[in-house]
């Protein structure tokens, strides 16, 4: 009976191994080939990803001919990194942990989108920054500065791209008064100019730094650079016009003129165009 019974437990615990041993070797399989999930909703978050790629490469449809503006590397805050939105481009410096330049394509029917996008108010910090290279929400509070958006909240053509548009990314501190009057109406005079014509119109919007060093003023512990103007460059591809809208980043600062692409591109020394024949545009 005991050899028997010894026998039994023997074989008992041989079956248990071989049941461990078959489990173990199904959950590696399935780590290391994990099923895909055909649902939309998957695909969907697939493709969200991809367009959250930091080159410009993912997103040339911001920019005029598909090709980013050439800056002057010179000439304006350093640790620079792309960013790609639905609705916009951003080239960021962690120096100033604001824009360098937000580029957009406007056409009719992306405003026309737009009046039907609820406006948002949630602004966050951009987590695909690193995090010493982004600004805070902390930073702002408290500071006297408006979180200025560079591509304006009323351009955005989907609730999704609304969102976007608050990320501080997206933000230089304004002086609040520029930022609901002047710079509100040079938005606005943008806008109304889009719904007048056909086709693509491009948009480049920025700060401008006279001082970049530790001396520059700066809110927030970060800290977040104040501009010293912030500039707004227009482009219609077909009726080959430029313009650009010029402030002084003070709540003083009135209305005034804008300036040819040609004035710009000496001012700040960037290509903002660079296939495009600056000889033959237009000012308005």
């Known amino acids: 009976m005991a050899v028997g019974f010894r026998a039994a437990t023997r074989a008992l615990l041989l079956a248990l191994a071989a049941a461990l041993a078959q489990t173990v070797s199904t959950v590696a399989t399935a780590q290391a080939n994990p099923p895909k999930d055909r649902t939309p909703e998957r695909a969907f978050t697939a493709r969200a990803d991809a367009r959250e790629a930091t080159r410009f490469s993912a997103c040339r449809e911001h920019f005029a001919h598909g090709e980013p503006p050439r800056i002057d590397p010179q000439r304006i805050p350093s640790a620079l990194r792309e960013l790609c939105f639905e609705a916009f481009a951003i080239l960021h ?92 109406d040079y938005e606005k005079a943008t806008r109304r100019y889009v719904r007048r014509v056909t086709g693509d119109v491009y ?68 290509d903002f165009f660079p296939t495009v024949d600056h000889a033959r545009l237009e000012s308005p």
């Open 93 to 184: 410096s962690g120096q100033s942990r604001t824009p360098v330049f937000v580029a957009q394509r406007l056409n009719q029917q992306s405003l026309e989108a737009a009046v039907a996008v609820q406006r948002g108010d949630r602004f966050y910090a951009e987590a695909r920054l690193p995090q010493s290279e982004r600004a805070q929400l902390e930073d702002y509070h408290g500071s006297g500065w408006d979180r200025g958006h560079m591509a304006p909240a009323g351009d955005m053509p989907s609730a999704a791209a609304m969102t976007q548009s608050f990320s501080l990314a997206n933000m230089v501190p304004q002086a609040r008064e520029l930022n609901r009057g002047v710079w509100a």
């Open 203 to 270: 948009v480049i919007t920025g700060p401008y730094y006279r001082e970049r060093s530790a001396a520059a003023r700066a809110i927030g512990r970060s800290p977040v650079l104040i501009p010293d103007a912030v500039f707004k460059l227009v482009y219609d591809p077909a009726r080959r016009k430029a313009w650009a809208f010029w402030a002084e980043n003070r709540d003083d600062t009135r209305a005034a003129q804008p300036i040819s692409l040609q004035t710009l591109s000496e001012r700040l020394g960037h």
